[in-house]
């Protein structure tokens, strides 16, 4: 069984900034892609960021590019998310998933993230932007 503990959101003003943390716990290989979500109310769930664990290699959504940056630290089965220059239109519920990667590779090499090919999911942290 996989598990995704999510944490660091918060309350920061407009230019701020905040790092996410999701650690993952459970079977390794369905883990090996991990992602950002994010969901304002009465808004659709979107993707924000993906990193394949195995080489590191990254995928954002253009709306976050130049400002988000996803990384990870292997040894502690933990990916992160540092988002800066945040703005009143970045204030959502983020959330982290996994999935193996070549569920969602084609996908992501397409430039997309799509929430409903991906499997296992945390319960979400609320990043609020405001004045």
């Known amino acids: 069984q996989v598990h995704l503990a999510e944490s660091g959101g918060g309350s920061v003003q407009p230019g701020g900034s905040l790092r996410l943390s999701c650690t993952a716990s459970?079977?390794?290989?369905?883990?090996?892609?991990m992602g950002w979500f994010r969901q304002a109310p009465g808004k659709e769930r979107e993707g924000v960021a993906a990193?394949?664990?195995?080489?590191?290699?990254?995928y954002y959504a253009d709306s976050v590019k130049g400002r988000f940056t996803i990384s990870q630290d292997n040894a502690k089965d933990t990916v992160y998310l540092q988002m800066n220059s945040l703005k009143p239109d970045d204030t959502a519920m983020y959330y982290c998933?996994?999935?193996?990667?070549?569920?969602?590779?084609?996908?992501?090499?397409?430039?997309?993230?799509?929430?409903?090919?991906?499997?296992?999911w945390g319960q979400g942290t609320q990043v609020t932007v405001s004045s």
């Open positions: 459970g079977f390794t290989r369905s883990t090996n892609c």
């Open positions: 998933a996994a999935d193996p990667f070549d569920r969602v590779a084609n996908t992501l090499a397409s430039g997309k993230l799509l929430p409903v090919e991906w499997t296992y």
């Open positions: 990193i394949y664990r195995n080489k590191g290699s990254t």
